[in-house]
């Protein structure tokens, strides 16, 4: 299992895939292209629709008429101008800052591609011809001890005979293996020297000459996603600068563009493909070993036969697949040295993967929230969410962000806001050095987006868009600390949107909740269409959250709010609550048909001063809480608390109890830490 924390590099985790990062390099090229293309119609579009307006001004002119209607229709006229100009700027803009800037690097990428490859072709086929070479020399040698050894046989045969009748024949046996034995010593020769090359042939190609076309491949795939990145952010800027009907469009491009890092598209494509880096071992020469031949046949025929049927086991052989090698072993006696086969490889067996101990014990983001609060539990045993997210509060409370206009909408500068998410990464909390409030505030944000797991799981996303005013019965459906962080969360933007505070940041709850529902519900298609469908829905749905969400006991949450300020947070979440009641009791019930109801026991032993069930959790149960319906509610009418919004105790309890139903009724069962813990 790959490691969220863990530096990859290709290669070490890529050794064997040189072809691979071929088609990787090849497939981004693709992509620049296809950049460059669409920026180029894009400024093309946005030139004759410039065009277009300004021969339809020439048509038109001022009316004759006189007084407001008159000044208003110059005044239209003037606008449709400066129409014109903006879209005929953005047109000039896109052309020489973005697609011609993509071309030129698109140029440059291919170039040193075509250089890369090359010679990552010739330093592979350099290897392999040197292996093909020292196979043949082996089969020489080989080859030429069996004729020897098969000769010597003969002589020894020859001289058991008869001595007067195989005179003739021993002297030409005689000479015969004194041929072969010199041939075979020539080989040998050959044989060793073949080893030496391919050795260092071999080494440099471990350890010098392929690491290199693998560590240019990798700077060329970092330096191709870092410029694109830029190249794309600029047109971001030249949409900023220009006044759009589509700003949330805008905003939600910027956001994509500003999380683009080419390390970590580039670290998950390795953990995807890896494979180990593997150098195999040095040759060691095979002395030719006497013995392994037959007995020698004593007839014509049954020579015929010999010679058939080893020539027919030396095809099968060299016809075979040839299984990989085994890894090296450290420690190999002279009497088993490694063997050289005709088609063996330099595979080995991949070394073992990380376990998930060597992930980084500080590292903040990206890391789940059952992880989190489990480092925390003995550090910061008073916290129910995660130390990250109230120190970041902390900043911004502290830095007065409730009274800074368009905080959380408002982005935040790049660099400082990287910087900040190292520090945190690496442990280090003192953020005393933080003077603009934005920065801790984009951090927040990005913090919630980069949770594995989204706040509201995937599979509920169709219920809370669906059923966008049930908002707060999602909670019992989702894991505890889930549901824990929303309702931390709700509460301080409840903290945020108090009336005096929004007259400064312009930030009231539809605001907020349009900022904060793309990082709440994450929407599971990738299709624009479906996502721009789900836009409305999903901001309703955490508006609802914000507004009927019952307040906290401690309504700043601990959070180092002014005196003054306090007093306005109280006396605004009193109000909202008693609006909130009023509300909820006079609107019509919206039946949940998706999810079957939960039966409610006749006298049920665990119900709250509210008049609804305490729903609390198991931290330790694979599966969460059933879907809440209507009927699962008694809710009483006397109290501010909305319909469909478990209760949410403030007390801390080591363990809590659900009632089950049983043969003889309802009973009481300990389930394990409740919500709060």
């Avoid at 392999?128 to 004729?147: G, I, V």
């Avoid at 520090?423 to 984009?442: C, K, W, Y």
């Amino acid at each position: 299992m790959a490691l969220v924390g863990e530096n990859l590099s290709f290669q070490d985790h890529l050794w064997d895939g040189f072809d691979l990062l071929c088609k990787r390099t090849e497939v981004g090229l693709v992509s620049c292209k296809e950049v460059a293309r669409f920026f180029r119609k894009y400024a093309q579009l946005e030139d004759e629709y410039s065009k277009s307006l300004q021969k339809l001004l020439t048509k038109f002119s001022p009316l004759e008429e006189k007084g407001t209607l008159g000044r208003a229709w110059g005044n239209l006229l003037s606008y449709a101008e400066a129409q014109a100009e903006v879209h005929s700027a953005l047109a000039s803009g896109i052309e020489s800052g973005v697609e011609s800037q993509v071309t030129l690097m698109l140029k440059d990428m291919e170039v040193r591609r075509k250089q890369i490859v090359t010679d990552g072709v010739k330093v592979r086929q350099e290897l392999k011809d040197s292996l093909d070479t020292l196979r043949k020399a082996q089969n020489r040698y080989e080859k030429q001890c069996r004729d020897a050894e098969q000769t010597k046989l003969e002589f020894l045969a020859a001289i058991e005979v008869d001595q007067e009748q195989a005179t003739t024949a021993v002297a030409k046996l005689e000479k015969k293996l004194y041929r072969a034995e010199a041939d075979a010593a020539v080989y040998e020769e050959e044989y060793k020297a073949a080893i030496l090359s391919t050795n260092e042939i071999q080494t440099q190609y471990s350890t010098e000459k392929y690491p290199k076309i693998l560590s240019d491949l990798e700077s060329f795939e970092n330096t191709r996603i870092k410029l694109l990145r830029a190249h794309i952010n600029n047109y971001v800027a030249l949409v900023r600068d220009t006044p759009h009907r589509l700003e949330f469009e805008v905003r939600k491009l910027g956001d994509a563009v500003y999380s683009v890092d080419q390390n970590q598209d580039i670290q998950a494509f390795i953990r995807e493909n890896r494979s180990p880096k593997v150098i195999p071992p040095n040759f060691q020469f095979e002395a030719y070993v006497e013995g392994k031949l037959e007995h020698i046949p004593s007839s014509k025929k049954q020579w015929t036969t010999f010679f058939s049927s080893k020539n027919k086991k030396v095809d099968e052989l060299s016809s075979s697949p040839t299984p990989p090698l085994s890894p090296p072993t450290p420690n190999l006696s002279p009497s088993s040295p490694p063997t050289l086969s005709a088609k063996s490889t330099f595979i080995t067996a991949k070394q073992p993967i990380l376990s998930s101990n060597a992930i980084s014990a500080n590292m903040n983001f990206g890391v789940s929230l059952d992880e989190l609060m489990a480092r925390q539990r003995e550090e910061c045993p008073e916290l129910e969410v995660p130390k990250v997210l109230f120190v970041l509060a902390k900043s911004i409370v502290q830095l007065k962000g409730y009274l800074n206009e368009g905080i959380f909408r408002v982005p935040a500068i790049v660099g400082e806001v990287q910087s900040l998410k190292r520090q945190l990464d690496e442990g280090n909390f003192n953020l005393s050095h933080i003077s603009d409030v934005r920065t801790p505030a984009a951090v927040l944000k990005l913090w919630v987006r980069d949770l594995p797991l989204p706040l509201i799981p995937t599979a509920q996303y169709d219920y809370c868009v669906e059923n966008p005013d049930l908002a707060l019965s999602i909670l019992p459906r989702i894991p505890p600390h889930h549901s824990k962080l929303i309702e931390w969360l709700t509460h301080f933007l409840q903290a945020l949107s108090t009336p005096q505070f929004v007259n400064q940041s312009k930030m009231g709850i539809a605001n907020l909740a349009m900022v904060f529902a793309p990082a709440i519900l994450r929407c599971p298609s990738d299709d624009p269409s479906v996502m721009l469908k789900s836009v409305t829905q999903e901001k309703k749905f955490v508006e609802n959250l914000i507004s009927f969400m019952p307040p906290a006991s401690d309504p700043t949450l601990g959070l180092p709010f002014e005196p003054a300020d306090i007093i306005l947070i109280n006396e605004n979440l009193s109000s909202s609550s008693t609006s909130s009641s009023e509300t909820k009791e006079s609107k019509p019930t919206k039946p949940v048909t998706s999810t079957p109801s939960i039966p409610v026991p006749t006298t049920p032993t665990n119900l709250t001063t509210s008049g609804m069930f305490n729903i609390s959790f198991s931290s330790n149960s694979p599966i969460f809480s059933p879907p809440l319906s209507p009927s699962f509610h008694t809710p009483n009418t006397n109290t501010s608390t909305p319909p469909f919004s478990p209760t949410m105790n403030n007390t801390t309890t080591s363990t809590t109890t659900s009632t089950t139903p049983s043969a003889s009724g309802w009973k009481t069962a300990n389930v394990g830490p409740s919500l709060q813990d």
